[in-house]
Every structure is written in structure tokens, then in C-alpha cells.
């Protein structure tokens, strides 16, 4: 368990990779000169488990749980993760969406203890250096954000390392890459946000943004250094405002191994609700139209990919971008309006009079609606009658985080649709009882894709990361999706089972990333045992 043991008595207790807490055996204590700092009793992790759950039962708020869940972090590495695995469906809300979006908001005030690597403007220069005070060498995964629109609640500073912490927690937690081969990452340039520059706990740059020239020499040292000091990582660009989620993306994605997961991670996973809505539907993926609200980088992401699907399925370039439409706060997006637009929104800038969002419905009657728009209710009464109006099975996605910047609930989407919605939302809904039938509506989590995408990705050493593999990532899931789920009126396969789709995925990916020649090392004659050998086991 320790190298050489070089961790004893107290260090090792105050370890989180190593300490076991009460289930040091008596030969383990003799060993490592524990006994005495330990209460006499040998416990196992099923009763530390147990300890441990009984505790996060009895906090009183979600926020209080969360807080309770990072400290069983820093004291037992293991524990933790084998409390996440074994309750997925009961912890994932509490250490990613919904809970983070409070976290985010309340890091400065509930911090505890630094955990991941802060690179502010001030480092420009000496980045390198400041990555190697990191005290891990074998760095797989890296997440980075600059905290500039964390969910859908805005410019959240340096309170923005919350994600990168969450996501990677779940890298391990649903694909097993060691925690040692995690790296959070807040790249700190300031803050627009005048309440946290006001706040005399904020922890971050109190300054207005870095931008232009300034912050893009940053960004290139940060990646180089990135690469020098861990070749082949996995680097993730999170939270992102969509100009910088667009440029970083265009400018590393084709010369490191990168993605963003708001743009590409959620693409795929809707891509994959869709695919599994199919099945529902009876209606052929190639002969759907499909509609935005919202035209920022995470609906304009998931249009690029469903373009990129709908091209695989025989569809000229022309004719899959004329299947979907974008409507933001003006309305429609068309042609008319292109002076006016963002270079990401030209190409669904169609030859169309402008008309409002329930007009557009009406008239363009799409068979799909994604609401990407972190802007609640914006799904009314109106819009889902619409919907409803022209098909039997209209399929809806709510998907902006966290839960209180959904466009519409669960509830709402089944009871202004009859119950004949096929319903799918960004954060957890519990399940609607209406007309003697119990709907349990799925959530579009990201966590049913990036982890395993970026097991895949690590698992055949990619070059880089072009759209295919998120294709082969959304079809993968798909087909874990159970008939019974559909029946309920889920879109995503059951959570307790995520670990299992996230290692089909990985290998799915892994496969593909070796079929297009970009990976970085020969391929194992035994591929699925060994990246399923490679994952973290929190058992001890």
C-alpha cells in the first residue's frame, strides 16, 4: 500500500491518499505505528461506509452535505470515492450539479483547505514554475476554467474552481483515473463580478478581466507548460464565456489533446437522448428538424455534432445545418440579422422572415426542442403546447444548470403536454405522477460521457480529439439505454450503472482512436481488459 514505508503514525493518518481511519488492521497499526492514534476497534469500509452515510443523511441542507462530502475527501480518498460509486444516484447531486452552482457561489465562505492549482495573471511568465510545485508527476487528466460563466450563473471569479474540483472527482468516481492523475486548475485573470471584488473573503484576483492579447499569452504558456510537464494529458476546457470557449477550442483542438466539454461534452450526450428518443418516437434521426433556444457555445456545440451526425446519416453539409434552428433573445436566428451575429451562429443563419419563439415553433414545427439558455421558465405553458400541438411525442430538453435555471421542470413539461412529452433536463427532477402513470424523467448529465471519453482518449494515447470520437461517445451511450428506461420515460441508462457505460464508451473510443490512426502507441492485443485493469478500485 505505501511505497518503501515512507508514511507512518500521524502523517500517514493525515494522508487522504493512504489513511484508512479504523480499518487499519492490527497488523497494518504494529507496521505503521498507529497504535494508540486510533480508537481500538477495527472497523471495515462497509461499516465506515455506513458511518459515513448516516452522517450526510442527517445534515440538514444540500450545501451542508456537499461541505461534509469535500472533507471526507481530504481526510479518506477512498472512502469517499467508494461512497460516490456505491450511491451514485444519491451523491452525484450533491458533489456536481445541482449542488456545485451553490458551492461556486459560497466558495470563498466555505473554504477549507486549497485543493488544485491556481494560476493567476500575476504568474505570467513563470507558469511552469508554478505547475511544478504540484506534487503529482504522472498527470492524466487536467480541467481548467476561468471561472468567466460557471453554469448558468455568470462571471463567478475564482469561486469557479468548485468545477474543476467536481469533474475530476467524477473522472474517478464514474471512470476510475486515479485521483493522482487529476489536476483543477482555476486560471485566475479577475473577475467581472463587482459583488465578489467587493467581498472581503473573495479569494480571487480583485481586478476586472484580463483580456485580448494579454490573456491569450497566458492561455499559450499555461498549455505549453501543461504539455511539457505532462506529456499526453487530457486537458478540458470548462466554463468558458462562449467568445474564449470558441477561440481556445478552435486554436489547441487539432494540436493537443483537448476538448470543451460545455460545447462537445454536452453535445454528445444530447446527441445520445436523441438517438435513445428515436426509439420512442418511431421517427428516423435523419428526418428530424430540430430546435435551439439559445445560441451560445453549448446550443451551438450541440449543433455542430448533430450536423456532423446527420452528414454520417447520408445528409449533405447544406441539408443537415437547414434541420436545425436557433432562436436567442431577438428571435429567430436568419440571414437578415448576420451583421449582428457571432461567427459560431453564421452557418444556422437561415434564408427566413424573423419571427418570435412560439411563431417559430409553429411554423417551422420542429420535432426536437433544447433549451440551452440559463434563463428559467423560458420554457412556458405556450411553448410546450406547441409542441404538443402537431406531434403525438414531442421530445424536449431543459438542460441549463443548476435546477433553478431550467426552462421549464419535469412536472411542468408532463402536465401542459398530457404526459406525451419525452422529457430530459441538465439537472436531477424527481419523478411526476400524472394520470395513473409515474414518469421518472432522465438527466442529461455530462458524467455519462466525459469521463469515459477521456478514459478512452488517456487508454490509446489520442493526439487529439476530432468529432468522431464524440459521435462514437454518443452512440455508445445510446445503446446502453434499456427499453425500461424508455417505458419510464428516461433517455439515459440507470445512474448506479454509469461506471459500467463509462468503461463501454472508453473502449469504444479507444477503439476508434486507434481505427483513424491518431494514437500515440501501439495498440494492446488485450485493449478492454487493460483499460478496464487501469482503473481506480476505492476498495481497500
Known amino acids: 500500500m505505501v511505497e518503501d514505508d515512507k508514511l507512518s503514525g500521524v502523517t500517514m493518518l493525515h494522508d487522504a491518499r493512504f489513511n484508512k481511519g479504523t480499518a487499519f488492521t492490527d497488523a497494518e497499526r504494529d507496521r505503521f505505528g498507529l497504535h494508540g492514534l486510533l480508537p481500538v476497534a477495527v472497523c471495515s469500509q462497509d461499516d465506515q461506509l455506513t458511518r459515513a452515510l448516516n452522517s450526510l443523511r442527517r445534515k440538514a441542507y444540500d450545501i451542508e452535505r456537499f461541505i461534509f462530502l469535500q472533507a471526507l475527501l481530504a481526510r479518506n480518498e477512498r472512502l469517499f470515492y467508494r461512497l460516490v460509486v456505491d450511491n451514485v444516484k444519491e451523491v452525484l447531486p ?20 486549497p485543493k488544485g492549482l491556481y494560476v493567476s495573471a500575476r504568474n505570467a511568465g513563470s507558469v511552469r514554475d508554478v505547475i511544478a510545485n504540484w506534487p503529482e508527476q504522472e498527470v492524466k487528466v487536467v480541467v481548467v476554467t476561468d471561472g468567466e460563466r460557471i453554469l448558468g450563473l455568470g462571471d463567478l471569479g475564482a469561486n469557479g474552481m468548485g468545477i474543476p ?23 485566475d485573470v479577475g473577475t467581472n463580478n463587482k459583488e465578489l471584488r467587493a467581498d472581503p473573503l473573495y479569494l480571487g484576483l480583485k481586478q476586472e478581466r484580463v483580456r485580448g492579447a494579454e490573456y491569450d499569452a497566458l492561455v499559450d504558456e499555461l498549455m505549453t507548460s501543461l504539455v511539457e510537464a505532462y506529456p499526453g494529458c487530457l486537458i478540458q476546457f470548462e466554463d468558458f464565456a462562449t467568445p474564449n470557449a470558441y477561440a481556445l477550442l478552435n486554436r489547441y483542438k487539432d494540436s493537443h489533446l483537448c476538448f470543451n466539454d460545455d460545447i462537445q461534452g454536452t453535445a454528445a450526450v444530447s446527441l445520445a437522448g436523441i438517438y435513445a428518443a428515436t426509439r420512442v418516437t418511431r421517427q428516423s434521426f435523419a428526418d428530424m428538424t430540430i430546435m435551439f433556444l439559445g445560441a451560445g457555445s453549448a446550443a451551438t456545440g450541440i449543433g455542430d455534432l448533430l ?20 432562436v436567442d433573445t431577438e428571435g429567430l436566428v436568419v440571414e437578415s440579422r448576420k451583421d449582428e451575429l457571432l461567427p459560431h451562429n453564421l452557418p444556422y443563419a437561415h434564408a427566413r422572415e424573423q419571427l418570435g419563439f412560439v411563431e417559430s415553433i409553429l411554423e417551422l414545427r420542429p420535432n426536437v426542442l433544447i433549451g440551452a439558455t440559463g434563463a428559467p421558465g423560458t420554457f412556458s405553458e405556450d411553448v410546450i403546447k406547441a409542441m404538443a400541438s402537431y406531434q403525438e411525442r414531442p421530445v424536449v430538453f431543459a438542460l441549463s444548470n443548476p435546477t433553478s435555471r431550467a426552462e421549464c421542470t419535469a412536472e411542468q413539461a408532463y402536465n401542459w403536454s398530457e404526459g406525451r412529452v419525452i422529457f430530459s433536463s441538465g439537472s436531477p427532477f424527481e419523478p411526476v405522477s400524472l394520470g395513473g402513470k409515474m414518469f421518472k424523467p432522465g438527466q442529461g448529465n455530462n458524467a455519462y460521457v466525459f469521463p469515459g471519453l477521456g478514459l478512452g482518449a488517456i487508454g490509446a494515447a489520442a493526439s487529439h480529439m476530432p468529432a468522431e ?72
Open 469 to 540: 470520437l464524440f459521435l462514437v461517445a454518443a452512440r455508445a451511450l445510446a445503446d446502453e439505454v434499456s427499453q425500461e428506461s424508455l417505458d419510464e420515460g428516461g433517455l439515459y441508462p440507470a445512474l448506479n450503472s454509469i461506471r459500467d457505460v463509462s468503461l463501454k464508451i472508453a473502449i469504444a473510443v479507444a477503439e476508434r482512436v486507434f481505427a483513424l490512426g491518431i494514437a500515440q502507441r501501439e495498440r494492446p492485443a488485450q485493449l478492454e481488459q487493460e483499460i478496464a485493469d487501469s482503473m481506480f478500485d476505492p476498495h481497500y
Open 94 to 113: 450533491l458533489i456536481y450539479t445541482p449542488t456545485v452552482g451553490q458551492a461556486c457561489q459560497e466558495f470563498a465562505h466555505i473554504f477549507r483547505q
Open 307 to 326: 450536423v456532423d451526425a446527420l452528414v454520417q446519416e447520408g445528409l449533405s453539409l447544406e441539408e443537415a445545418r437547414q434541420r436545425l434552428w436557433f
Open 165 to 187: 474540483i467536481g469533474k475530476l472527482s467524477l473522472y474517478t468516481a464514474l471512470a476510475g483515473i486515479p485521483p493522482s492523475q487529476t489536476l483543477p486548475i482555476m486560471l
